[in-house]
């Protein structure tokens, strides 16, 4: 069973990056894709970001230009930067894995507060 640990958060004023990590204790090439999800308290989790086995990346219209997704399979790793950060871009950052039997992994979290 692999396990999905985020770090990197913190607080940010606005305008200001962040890079989180998205460390796995296994091989990442389980996983058909990839994901950063956040949530807002009271609000429905929210797909930020996407990146497929091949490299191939999506995102929020919300964070499109400012937001990259990135993996190094080598690390075991995913990772989010986050650049141009808003207030609104307060949230919990949840790292996700799919694999290819469509089973879903998650990590517990990272939280993220962009204010001056």
């Known amino acids: 069973q692999v396990q999905l640990v985020e770090s990197g958060g913190g607080l940010v004023q606005p305008g200001g990056s962040l890079r989180l990590s998205c460390a796995a204790s296994g091989s990442i090439f389980r996983f058909n894709a990839m994901h950063w999800y956040r949530q807002v308290p009271g609000k429905e989790r929210e797909l930020v970001a996407r990146i497929s086995s091949g490299g191939s990346t999506n995102y929020a219209d919300s964070v499109k230009g400012r937001f990259t997704i990135s993996r190094d399979n080598a690390k075991n790793t995913m990772y989010l930067q986050m650049n141009s950060l808003k207030p609104e871009d307060t949230a919990v950052y949840y790292c996700?894995?799919?694999?290819?039997?469509?089973?879903?992994?998650w990590g517990k979290g990272t939280l993220v507060t962009v204010s001056s």
């Open positions: 996700n894995g799919k694999d290819y039997s469509g089973m879903d992994y």
